[in-house]
């Protein structure tokens, strides 16, 4: 297995980044929040996933917030990496909120999700969604879960992030209660490294081990502590 990671696809009609992993010879790729490609539930959006499944590369995606939960939760719950994953099509997968996984011996804690910025001029149950933050009781199971594991896990696995990493990729407007909270597993959380999406750069905090992914794809192999 070669795992990559990247950052937002927002449901890209040509595939670049799934592409892109391919032919670096990842089999698998881990999406950091708005997949995209969950949204409308058309027959169009129902083929581009068929061919998306085709292309060769497993797909693990962490919900950002432009994605459409209520579509999303239709999607069975099972098994996969340890934890509970929703099955999208046999080679994509919606990496679910307060879960730890184990893929290729490393360990993944994920919590994804934030507050859309632009949300007065959105459509509740269309083009957004209240489900777009995780509830204070999904938040907890993700403390448990870790609290259960020692609270050490190899990497996290967010969409936004804590304040600080925000400031450094200039999104303090950015931060809010949500990103807030994240904060709590930077602070009780052991972990190598911690990579989010959602603010479209591709920036390496190098003394917070934490990387910001938008068009870069990162090979799990080389993500050590302070790369």
């Known amino acids: 297995m070669i795992l990559g990671i990247t950052g937002d696809t927002h449901g890209e009609l040509n595939f670049t980044k799934v592409y892109k992993a391919r032919k670096l010879g990842c089999t698998h790729l881990i999406v950091c929040g708005d997949f995209g490609y969950v949204w409308t539930g058309s027959d169009r959006e129902q083929r581009q996933l068929n061919y998306l499944d085709k292309i060769g590369v497993e797909i693990l995606f962490v919900a950002g917030n432009h994605e459409n ?4 939760e239709t999607y069975p719950i099972e098994d996969r990496y340890n934890g509970k994953v929703r099955k999208i099509r046999d080679n994509i997968y919606q990496l679910m909120n307060g879960e730890i996984y184990t893929i290729n011996n490393k360990t993944f804690f994920v919590m994804g999700g934030a507050n859309s ?3 007065e ?3 509740e149950n269309k083009t957004w969604w209240k489900q777009e933050v995780p509830s204070d009781d999904t938040i907890r199971k993700g403390m448990i879960a870790l609290n259960e594991c020692n609270n050490k896990v190899d990497y996290i696995l967010t969409h936004t992030c804590y304040p600080e ?3 450094w990729v200039g999104g303090e407007y950015r931060a809010d209660d949500y990103s807030k909270k994240l904060e709590y597993f930077k602070e009780f959380v052991d972990f190598d490294y911690w990579y989010f999406g ?3 750069i591709d920036y390496n905090i190098l003394c917070l081990n934490t990387r910001c992914l ?5 090979e799990v192999k080389y993500c050590k502590r302070n790369l």
């Open 165 to 167: 990493a925000l400031s």
């Open 198 to 200: 959602h603010m479209h």
């Open 69 to 72: 939960y209520n579509l999303l």
């Open 117 to 119: 910025t632009d949300k």
């Open 121 to 123: 001029y959105r459509i």
């Open 214 to 218: 938008y068009n870069d794809i990162v």
